[in-house]
């Protein structure tokens, strides 16, 4: 597991969609932005991804991929927290996946269900292509070769981090058993000293006989605690304590964002493919026109008939902008007639304001420099190299391609 502490670092990405609207803000970018202080966060576009399906029309991808690291940007994701950088400019992540495509059954690729789903669903493009069925695999290279142990991603994407974590086990399993192995680890364990060696193995066999979690984190913990160690023999002990051979990838986990589902203005989940967004850089005024024109709920034809809140949309923005206060009003309002819906829309027009309107001013930096933009981008994608090397000098030595 070499020196990386996986449990406190954090990889995730977004494909260059151009600017993001409140869906992309309350869905993902609040987490990395309370994520970015208390983990190592890795964030990256996956520009790459975007070819496994837009492949026939690229124009338009560097656009996308700057309005979007604008978007980060405004959003409050901090170059001095948090490493971003796109894909491509760290093309570690594809000789990863070349070699992880050698012992990645093909089996594993086509049962991931986004893979049939959406060939279904974008019916306009040819899907059958090498790149598409091997996207998942891509997906897994860019969280392995950062050794990320948690991976914030929405539910759809939760089959895409189980793969990866199958690829790691399979890569350790295959790789991690060296020749002399189990005399290694016992002589890489006496090299800790007397009493750390004794700890470690009443930690060991607490995991490996009781399945004792904590046991095993104190383990981990002793072995990463070792400076005098070879980064080697911290990873056969780091295996050795799991039980499992020399761990060289680390499996991670799904951090499942809390996801707000964001209702759009038509009450349907917030999506540009259903043209119901509003964006961070929206004009303000057209924010204002667009509430304003939201439906409501359809039995409320004049002032005088009282609505219920739980068929319009318009309350579903309360739910995620207002306090209980103001809930308690429209509920009492709509439901009494006492309040018309342009009046129950004003205050959701004002915390949306109130949120993106600082956004806009960051943005507008940026979008003035976007040599600054692009700076960022090569400072982070410089740092995530560094760490992209690393994983990937042991993955070819484990592979048999140390004399590289
Ligand atoms: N596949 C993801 C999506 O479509 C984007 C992505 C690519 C990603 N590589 C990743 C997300 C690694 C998390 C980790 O949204
Ligand atoms: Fe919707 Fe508010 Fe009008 Fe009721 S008063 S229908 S909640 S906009």
Redesign the pocket.
């Given at each position: 597991m070499s020196t990386v502490d996986s449990q406190k670092r954090v990889l995730s990405g977004m494909r260059p969609t151009g600017q993001l609207h409140l869906g992309h803000y309350h869905g993902v970018l609040k987490n990395w932005v309370r994520l970015q202080h208390e983990y190592e966060c890795f964030f990256f576009v996956a520009d790459w991804h975007a070819l496994t399906t837009h492949y026939a029309n690229p124009q338009g991808l560097e656009e996308h991929v700057i309005d979007m690291v604008v978007d980060w940007l405004a959003a409050g994701v901090d170059p001095d927290a948090a490493s971003m950088f796109v894909q491509s400019s760290v093309p570690e992540h594809a000789e990863l996946h070349l070699l992880l495509s050698m012992m990645t059954p093909l089996g594993w690729l086509e049962r991931v269900p986004s893979y049939k789903d959406q060939q279904e669903k974008l019916k306009d493009r040819d899907l059958e292509t090498y790149g598409f069925l091997g996207y998942p695999l891509l997906q897994s290279a860019d969280i392995l070769i950062y050794r990320a142990g948690h991976v914030p991603v929405g539910a759809d994407q939760v089959a895409h981090v189980e793969l990866t974590r199958e690829v790691a086990r399979r890569f350790n399993h295959l790789y991690g058993r060296e020749p002399g192995y189990e005399e290694l680890a016992v002589a890489a364990v006496k090299k800790m000293g007397k009493k750390a060696s004794k700890e470690f193995s009443v930690l060991r066999t607490a995991f490996q006989q009781q399945g004792d979690h904590q046991a095993l984190e104190q383990g981990q913990a002793l072995v990463r605690g070792q400076q005098n160690l070879s980064l080697s023999d911290r990873e056969r002990l780091m295996g050795y304590l799991e039980g499992s051979g020399k761990m060289i990838l680390a499996e991670p986990q799904a951090l499942l964002t809390p996801a707000a589902k964001m209702p759009g203005l038509d009450g349907q989940k917030m999506s540009k493919s259903y043209g119901n967004t509003i964006r961070l850089r929206e004009p303000i005024d057209d924010v204002a026109k667009k509430i304003n024109t939201m439906p409501?709920?359809p039995a409320?034809i004049r002032l005088t008939d009282p609505?219920n809140?739980e068929k319009?949309p318009?309350?579903q923005l309360?739910e995620v902008y207002s306090d209980t206060d103001t809930q308690a009003w429209?509920q009492q309002?709509?439901r009494s007639a006492g309040?018309?819906?342009l009046a129950?829309?004003k205050p959701v027009i004002d915390a949306v304001v109130a949120e993106i309107e600082p956004m806009q001013a960051r943005a507008r930096v940026y979008q003035q420099d976007t040599e600054a933009v692009r700076a960022i981008l090569v400072q982070g994608a410089e740092k995530a190299r560094g760490n992209a090397i690393e994983t990937l000098k042991d993955v070819r030595h484990a592979m048999g391609l140390g004399y590289r």
């Open positions: 409501t709920d409320r609505g809140p319009c318009v309350w309360h429209v309002g709509c309040i018309g819906c129950c829309k």
